[in-house]
């Protein structure tokens, strides 16, 4: 019986996993169809993300009538982050491809085994490192395909820009997941999306003003660039509902990994929709990395499951209670107790 709830555990997480790669997908896509119609709006498209986040979940939170579990500034270093990050990616389509864009925003595994060793105390085998490593070797050889044969290349394009500005979004989205995977397992998942969404919202709009205001003018607002834009908006609304659910139950390493597989989806959209030729390091690079996640899946029960044994208790979370404090006596007091010096040691 245990074993069979594990394996539709494990059904569960690979399934919000696919539907959060496929919310990446169309989020790429719908990124380079605006870059291709020379639309230069980062920050507007993360907005209007934000926007949806925030007139979804802030309602709920503010029906509840409850004080904040996390206090505010830890939420506003968080939607920085996850800005600079959104920022940073959307940005490359500008220069890059959307393969190579989906491809190298894996490195964020990389810099979330390094934040959630130090961060969250998760311990990693050997052979999950050598899985990391292979992974980074593929990314690699990514950056050499886009610095190869730059005559068959659009020449609008920069493409080693591009991947630079990905990987440097991708530090922004380490420090979003890790910190993001501590407030689901330790607190309200839909706090966190919410305040997510409203700081996000917050530092998008003081961006936009200083950053993309003509950007933002020279936009011109036709009904397909207005689909574009809502389009966008709703992968990542999905994206963001579904991540609090696979972030509390696999943690943010396996997360990522499950992002990989978006990857084909880039592939079939370059390939289908922009009629471009895949270089054949790319394929290799793929493959590459597809060998590096199988060597770390399969070596992964001793890392994030530690992490979450460790927490059992706080993983446990349920809904916020509504009773009045007063009401509650005996052991249940010395719970609040306990819990009120954690709060306070976390926030």
Not at 67 to 73: E, S, V
Not at 215 to 242: C, D, K, N, Q, R
Request: include cysteine; aromatic fraction near 14%.
């Amino acid at each position: 019986m245990e074993i069979k709830r594990d394996v539709w555990s494990l059904l569960l997480v690979l399934l919000l996993g696919q539907l959060v790669a496929f919310a990446m997908a169309a989020s790429s896509f719908t990124s380079s169809v605006i870059a291709n119609l020379g639309v230069d709006a980062p920050l507007t498209q993360s907005f209007f993300a934000y926007l949806l986040l925030t007139l979804v979940y802030v309602p709920i939170v503010l029906r509840r009538r409850q004080k904040l579990q996390i206090a505010w500034y830890w939420y506003l270093a968080l939607a920085f982050f996850d800005v600079q990050g959104n920022y940073l990616v959307v940005k490359a389509y500008q220069y890059s491809y959307i393969t190579s864009v989906t491809l190298l925003d894996c490195w964020t595994v990389v810099w979330v085994i390094v934040l959630t060793w130090y961060a969250l105390g998760t311990r990693y085998s050997l052979w999950q490192f050598v899985g990391a490593g292979t992974c980074v070797a593929g990314l690699a050889l990514v950056l050499l395909s886009d610095a190869e044969s730059p005559e068959e290349q659009d020449p609008g394009k920069m493409p080693l820009l591009g991947d630079v500005l990905v990987i440097a979004g991708t530090v922004g989205f380490a420090f979003s997941n890790v910190g993001e995977e501590y407030c689901v397992k330790k607190k309200d998942r839909v706090e966190v999306v919410a305040m997510l969404g409203l700081f996000g919202l917050l530092i998008s709009i003081v961006q936009i003003l200083i950053f993309e205001r003509k950007g933002l003018e020279a936009v011109t607002w036709s009904p397909t660039m207005i689909s574009l834009f809502a389009g966008f908006a709703v992968a990542i609304f999905i994206f963001y509902t579904i991540t609090p659910f696979v972030l509390k139950m696999s943690g943010s390493t396996l997360f990522n990994l499950s992002l990989l597989t978006s990857d084909m989806w880039a592939v079939a959209i370059r390939v289908l929709f922009y009629q471009q030729q895949i270089n054949w390091l790319y394929y290799l690079a793929f493959t590459v990395v597809a060998i590096g996640l199988i060597i770390y899946s399969l070596n992964d029960s001793s890392s994030d499951d530690e992490t979450a044994g460790s927490s059992e208790t706080p993983a446990q979370y349920q809904q916020l209670p509504i009773e009045d404090n007063s009401t509650r006596i005996g052991s249940n007091s010395g719970s609040q107790e306990r819990t009120h010096k954690e709060e306070v040691h976390i926030c």
